[in-house]
């Protein structure tokens, strides 16, 4: 599968694999993890990472996705 940038209408996979490995872009079904995963971070790389804060939501990562 592709999908175009809008700036410069180059066609970027929307995933590559190699063997077990499977790197993809997030979808709206990983919300809640990547939520999940944010706050459970917060103590580690919240103090360099402005957007990973006490108050980070699904919302927030609904938004990001």
Do not use: F, K, N
């Not at 700036?7 to 993890?33: H, K």
């Amino acid at each position: 599968l592709l999908s175009y940038t809008a700036a410069m209408q180059v066609p970027v996979p929307t995933e590559c694999s190699a063997g077990p490995i499977l790197i993809r872009r997030y979808t709206p079904a990983d919300t809640a993890q990547l939520c999940a995963a944010a706050q459970e971070s917060i103590d580690t790389v919240g103090r360099w990472l402005p957007w990973c804060h006490a108050g980070y939501s699904e919302h927030d990562a609904a938004t990001w996705v």
